[in-house]
Structures are given as C-alpha cells and as structure tokens.
C-alpha cells in the first residue's frame, strides 16, 4: 500500500552542495514528475518522464537533473544547491500522461539551503 | 494559454459552517478540471474531477459543477468539519498538450 514513496523527507544544504532526491512508485505507472511548492506559488513542474528510458524538462527545469532509472524510480540531482533551491519537492505518477490529470504524490521532501 | 485562478486564502470557517472556494480558468480547449487536496504534511490527493461542461464532481461531501459558460469550477461542501482543514488545489488539464495547470491552492481551517 506505498504508492509513491519519496526520500528523504527533510534535508538541510549549504549553497553549492549537490544531493540527490529519490522516488519510487509501486502501482506500475508509466509517467512520473517532479514538482516544486513554493508559498503561494502552486506546485511548479520541474522535469517529468512518460515513460521508461525519457525524460523531459518542465517549467522550471535550471538547477536540476534527472534520471528515470527504471520504471518504478526517478531521481531529482541538484548539483550545486542554491538559496533558491529551498522548496518542498514532489513526486508524483500516473497511469497516462499529466494531460490525463489524475496524479498520483508523494508526502514531499523539504528542502532548506543556507 | 491555459491557466487556473483560485480565491485568495486562507478561509476560516466554524464547523457545519457552508464552504465555497472560487475557480476559475482560461484554456484554449476543452480541458478536463480538478480539485486536489493537500491534508498538513501529506501530499496531494485527488478529491474529484470533471471531465466535460455541466459534470458534477462529487466526493467525500464536496461537489463541484463545471460551467463552460462562466469558466468556473467552484468547490461547494454543505457542512464542513475540522477533518476537512488542508490546502484545496483546482487544476485544468489540456490532454492535447500533455499538461496539468495548477492554482495558487486556498488554505482553509475550520475551527470546532
């Protein structure tokens, strides 16, 4: 019963330090995303992959890599952390793709760079 | 382009008090609409959906009517209980662009 299953749930960098996010989905979907929420801004898309082996950027793709490992995981890299960066980040999957609208999230990883 | 305008939060309501919070969108097709809901330290949940004009969402006690004609999608609940406080997110998707749109989300607390 995880669904989409994030780590880790909190983490605190300094400015310049990289670090990876982690996401797994256990329900055999083919799209999964990567959001950031910021106050009173929404859920921004960040990169997004629709299937096993593509990626794709979003919105707000700079400061971000990616990798759809396999079907179940996706990856969110920062490679050099800024103040900016602060954000709590989701996961997200679905059966078809973000058009189809019903997503499926991740309880969200808080993100704090100093 | 496609985009999604909530009411401005946070609302506060007693409990068994009448909720609305306000939708609205502009697209360019003809999307289908959302209403998420983000319980504190949880992530987003579908709460229900409408697929085309004059369909009514309706989950868990919440409704919500989607009119072409004045580009809404407004949130209704009768009576709201301290279990329904979270953030409520509307969202439009465009199926021929592949892309969900999300709203700034409304914080709403009901007090016992």
């Known amino acids: 019963n995880a669904g989409v299953t994030q780590t880790p749930k909190f983490q605190v960098l300094k400015t310049g330090q990289s670090m990876t996010l982690q996401c797994a989905q256990d329900?055999?979907?083919?799209?999964m995303y990567w959001y950031r929420q910021d106050p009173g801004m929404g859920l921004r898309l960040i990169y997004y992959?629709?299937?096993?082996?593509?990626?794709d950027k979003g919105e707000v793709p700079n400061g971000y890599n990616v990798s759809r490992l396999n079907k179940r995981e996706f990856s969110l890299r920062l490679e050099s952390a800024a103040p900016s960066q602060t954000s709590v980040y989701f996961c997200?999957?679905?059966?078809?793709?973000?058009?189809?609208?019903?997503?499926?999230f991740g309880e969200g990883s808080r993100l704090t760079v100093l | 382009g496609n985009s999604v305008t909530q009411m401005e939060g946070p609302v506060t309501l007693s409990e068994e008090a009448f909720l609305t919070i306000n939708c609205t969108y502009t697209?360019?097709?003809?999307?289908?609409l959302f209403w998420y809901v983000q319980y504190p330290g949880e992530g987003l949940q579908l709460l229900l959906k409408?697929?085309?004009?004059?369909d009514k969402g309706s989950n868990k006690g919440f409704e919500a009517t989607y009119r072409k004609e004045t580009t809404s999608f407004h949130l209704e609940k009768g009576s709201v209980q301290v279990s329904d406080s979270a953030v409520y997110f509307c969202?439009?998707?465009?199926?021929?662009?592949?892309?969900?749109?999300f709203g700034r989300g409304t914080q709403l607390t009901v007090w016992p």
């Open positions: 997200a999957s679905s059966v078809r793709g973000e058009g189809a609208g019903e997503l499926f």
């Open positions: 329900m055999n979907h083919n799209s």
């Open positions: 992959s629709a299937s096993e082996g593509t990626t």
């Open positions: 697209a360019t097709g003809y999307p289908s």
């Open positions: 409408a697929t085309k004009a004059d």
């Open positions: 969202a439009l998707s465009d199926r021929t662009l592949g892309r969900l749109y």
